[in-house]
């Protein structure tokens, strides 16, 4: 089993900046061993969307998604099984529940709660 908890949401500003955290905890095989681990992002009505992350197989890739690019930054700690997204000139339309994933090398897949992030003036 693993747990992932995300901190680091709030309010804030257009224009400014957050930055989340997911620590992941428990099984330390699946927590190395994952073929994915990184941000979606959910409002409600709406499907989750993947925003960034870390994928692992055919010697690794980073993703980011069309919207955010230029504006967030995803970033790993292996040593502290966690990842983060650094959120620059927020916007608007980046209000949403911020949700940590991972899927493992034998494809189970586990969520965080998730993290607020509101932006507004």
């Known amino acids: 089993q693993v747990q992932l908890v995300e901190s680091g949401g709030g309010l804030v500003q257009p224009g400014g900046s957050l930055r989340l955290s997911c620590v992941g905890s428990?099984?330390?095989?699946?927590?190395?061993?994952?073929?994915?681990m990184g941000w979606y992002r959910q409002t409600p009505g709406n499907e989750r969307e993947m925003v960034a992350g870390?994928?692992?197989?055919?010697?690794?890739?980073?993703y980011y998604s069309d919207s955010i690019k230029d504006r967030f930054t995803v970033s790993r700690d292996g040593a502290r099984n966690s990842v983060y997204l650094q959120m620059s000139n927020l916007k608007s339309e980046d209000t949403a529940v911020y949700l940590c994933?991972?899927?493992?090398?034998?494809?189970?897949?586990?969520w965080g709660r998730g993290t607020q992030v509101t932006v507004s003036s």
């Open positions: 994933n991972l899927i493992t090398a034998n494809k189970r897949e586990y």
């Open positions: 870390f994928f692992t197989a055919n010697g690794g890739s980073t």
């Open positions: 428990g099984n330390t095989f699946s927590l190395k061993g994952y073929t994915f």
